[in-house]
């Protein structure tokens, strides 16, 4: 396969981006050093140069076109002065975060075929020492010189033929990359995997499907875990006080015809807690056991230290794709909370002490169709929600839409989708709309609304400015009052936002990036 990288500019040695930095990444609010920003999950800065006050004056600073007529998910990280994101398929990009100014271009020719769910997407890189790590469509992991954008190494995580995909931002822990893989719709056996930044080898692979024998197999019947699904394709969050990598996995496989995996179908749909060393699972919470309704858990973990319950807890806060919030116990998996936080019709309501759902009658798919709310893309999905620690507010997108749920027969043939019929997913008289809400992170409950037009794809970001930011289909990217929701700023960037927001500094001014359409849109204030 013929690997190509073009340097356009001189770049500046960029510093070590060492495990040391990842961890105090708080402190470093003029940075943006991983998908989520910090370990913890938050999509929180501490900036306040840009806030309520003088939000209103934001202006476009540069635009980066992107060559692509794929989807833009990309959320870019910013260390030293550089930026670095990925374009569509499986490129990398490095800029001046100053000026957008293009430093170098890694360009991966890809297959002619690779199959994939859901567009040929990549929603970002990471940064460790002087290297840069990107997985592929065709499901290779990468590390690049973060200074010229050079192959330092490439390893095969999966054999893309199967259904096989790398779309998720990596993670490093430690000294290792931890790499998601997708392919739910095709029938993928999912699996979490750590390997070496230095040299590329496997250090330990955590299948979210177990094999017979396995703890957990039991939740499955004859062979269908081979076929199980369980993809675990958004990133995860890291706790390095208990060693902890939680991490979300997807729907189990075939989508919405169940009676081939009767049972639990153990780990799809779950909360999944490694040892960071050895991937050895410590604990587990399943979202929604037996799924037919396509609802992943592949939310980013929200990682926050409060008192709950009359105790200080480490808690993880969870908005999932099925239409509840969760709160779990980050140290032992135990529900602590949950709560309804937009429209649903296919339960009753959660299990005050175990919060597995107790399900409604005739609700699953069937043959001429079943109206289900939420729709198959949920309440909410993989873009990510925020916490801001000022507040004390979760905030995140919502969809309120349903869908027709179909269900049918369907054998599976390696590489070719493996879903068990295909739902009406967009109804034509009902589209639906979306939502960001602010909710109280400890009871669920909502404490303010900002409405959209329609479903929203796009992440936010929060800051101590107490401002949100984020992004709409008919690309808005607008500011939001942290503590009332109100309507503070917006531009229309031309271009749907199916991406993440960020912040940091350049040259001593707050700047605003996120994708939208086919491009990098950088705001800082007007002077």
């Given at each position: 396969?013929?690997l190509?990288?073009?340097?356009?500019?001189?770049?500046?040695?960029?510093?070590?981006?060492?495990?040391?930095?990842?961890?105090?990444?708080?402190?470093?609010?003029?940075?943006?050093?991983?998908?989520?920003?910090?370990?913890?999950?938050?999509?929180?800065?501490?900036?306040?140069?840009?806030?309520q006050?003088?939000?209103?004056?934001?202006?476009?600073?540069?635009?980066?076109?992107?060559?692509?007529?794929?989807?833009?998910?990309?959320?870019?990280?910013?260390?030293?002065?550089?930026?670095?994101?990925?374009?569509?398929?499986?490129?990398?990009?490095a800029?001046?975060?100053?000026?957008?100014?293009?430093?170098?271009?890694?360009?991966?020719?890809?297959?002619?075929?690779?199959?994939?769910?859901?567009?040929?997407?990549?929603?970002?890189?990471?940064?460790?020492?002087?290297?840069?790590?990107?997985?592929?469509?065709?499901?290779?992991?990468?590390?690049?010189?973060?200074?010229?954008?050079?192959?330092?190494?490439?390893?095969?995580?999966?054999?893309?033929?199967?259904?096989?995909?790398?779309?998720?931002?990596?993670?490093?822990?430690?000294?290792?990359?931890?790499?998601?893989?997708?392919?739910?719709?095709?029938?993928?056996?999912?699996?979490?995997?750590?390997?070496?930044?230095?040299?590329?080898?496997?250090?330990?692979?955590?299948?979210?499907?177990?094999?017979?024998?396995?703890?957990?197999?039991?939740?499955?019947?004859?062979?269908?875990?081979?076929?199980?699904?369980?993809?675990?394709?958004?990133?995860?969050?890291?706790?390095?006080?208990?060693?902890?990598?939680?991490?979300?996995?997807?729907?189990?496989?075939?989508?919405?015809?169940?009676?081939?995996?009767?049972?639990?179908?153990?780990?799809?749909?779950?909360?999944?807690?490694?040892?960071?060393?050895?991937?050895?699972?410590?604990?587990?919470?399943?979202?929604?056991?037996?799924?037919?309704?396509?609802?992943?858990?592949?939310?980013?973990?929200?990682?926050?230290?409060?008192?709950?319950?009359?105790?200080?807890r480490?808690?993880?806060?969870?908005?999932?794709?099925?239409?509840?919030?969760?709160?779990?116990?980050?140290?032992?998996?135990?529900?602590?909370?949950g709560?309804?936080f937009?429209?649903?019709?296919?339960?009753?309501?959660?299990?005050?002490?175990?919060?597995?759902?107790?399900?409604?009658?005739?609700?699953?798919?069937?043959?001429?169709?079943?109206?289900?709310?939420?729709g198959?893309?949920?309440?909410?999905?993989?873009?990510?929600?925020s916490?801001?620690?000022?507040?004390?507010?979760?905030?995140?997108?919502?969809?309120?839409?349903?869908?027709?749920?179909?269900?049918?027969?369907?054998?599976?043939?390696?590489?070719?989708?493996?879903?068990?019929?295909?739902?009406?997913?967009?109804?034509?008289?009902?589209?639906?709309?979306?939502?960001?809400?602010?909710?109280?992170?400890?009871?669920?409950?909502?404490?303010?609304?900002?409405?959209?037009?329609?479903?929203?794809?796009?992440?936010?970001?929060?800051?101590?400015?107490?401002?949100?930011?984020?992004?709409?289909?008919?690309?808005?990217?607008?500011?939001?009052?942290?503590?009332?929701?109100?309507?503070?700023?917006?531009?229309?960037?031309?271009?749907?936002i199916?991406?993440?927001?960020?912040?940091?500094?350049?040259?001593?001014?707050?700047?605003?990036?996120?994708?939208?359409?086919?491009a990098?849109?950088?705001?800082?204030?007007?002077?």
């Amino acid at each position: 396969m013929k690997l190509v990288f073009c340097i356009l500019a001189a770049l500046p040695l960029p510093a070590q981006v060492t495990y040391e930095r990842l961890l105090n990444a708080p402190k470093e609010p003029g940075n943006w050093l991983m998908y989520s920003g910090r370990y913890s999950g938050w999509r929180y800065s501490d900036l306040t140069q840009i806030n309520q006050t003088n939000v209103s004056r934001l202006k476009t600073k540069w635009v980066y076109q992107m060559p692509t007529t794929h989807l833009v998910e990309t959320t870019p990280l910013v260390a030293d002065g550089v930026m670095y994101f990925t374009e569509p398929p499986s490129n990398v990009v490095a800029v001046d975060a100053e000026t957008g100014k293009q430093f170098w271009r890694y360009r991966r020719a890809t297959p002619q075929k690779v199959n994939v769910c859901c567009g040929q997407v990549n929603r970002g890189v990471a940064l460790a020492e002087d290297r840069v790590f990107v997985g592929t469509v065709d499901a290779h992991l990468v590390a690049l010189d973060a200074k010229t954008g050079a192959v330092l190494w490439d390893v095969e995580v999966a054999d893309y033929t199967k259904g096989y995909s790398v779309t998720v931002a990596p993670l490093v822990v430690k000294d290792m990359v931890i790499c998601g893989i997708a392919g739910g719709e095709y029938g993928i056996r999912g699996f979490l995997d750590a390997y070496d930044l230095k040299t590329g080898k496997r250090r330990w692979r955590f299948y979210t499907i177990p094999a017979p024998g396995d703890k957990g197999s039991e939740t499955w019947s004859g062979d269908a875990w081979k076929t199980g699904g369980g993809s675990t394709w958004v990133t995860g969050a890291f706790d390095p006080e208990q060693n902890l990598i939680i991490w979300g996995t997807g729907n189990p496989s075939p989508d919405w015809n169940g009676d081939v995996r009767p049972g639990d179908n153990l780990y799809s749909d779950s909360a999944i807690a490694l040892d960071a060393d050895t991937g050895a699972l410590k604990w587990y919470y399943q979202h929604v056991p037996h799924d037919v309704h396509d609802w992943d858990s592949v939310q980013v973990p929200v990682l926050v230290d409060e008192e709950m319950q009359g105790q200080k807890r480490k808690l993880v806060y969870w908005a999932h794709r099925n239409a509840f919030y969760y709160v779990l116990d980050r140290t032992n998996g135990k529900f602590v909370l949950g709560k309804q936080f937009a429209t649903q019709t296919w339960a009753k309501g959660l299990d005050p002490a175990t919060g597995r759902p107790v399900r409604l009658p005739n609700v699953d798919p069937s043959p001429e169709g079943t109206y289900v709310w939420p729709g198959v893309q949920g309440a909410t999905n993989w873009y990510s929600p925020s916490y801001n620690p000022l507040t004390k507010y979760f905030y995140l997108a919502v969809w309120e839409n349903r869908s027709v749920y179909r269900k049918g027969d369907q054998e599976y043939s390696p590489g070719n989708r493996y879903i068990g019929s295909v739902p009406l997913i967009d109804l034509p008289d009902e589209p639906g709309h979306g939502a960001i809400r602010a909710l109280n992170p400890k009871t669920g409950e909502r404490m303010w609304e900002y409405k959209l037009h329609t479903k929203p794809w796009a992440g936010l970001l929060s800051t101590a400015g107490r401002v949100v930011f984020g992004g709409s289909d008919e690309g808005y990217i607008f500011a939001l009052d942290a503590g009332t929701g109100k309507e503070l700023w917006r531009q229309n960037t031309g271009g749907m936002i199916r991406a993440n927001p960020i912040t940091f500094t350049s040259k001593g001014k707050q700047v605003v990036a996120i994708a939208a359409g086919n491009a990098i849109f950088a705001f800082d204030l007007i002077p």
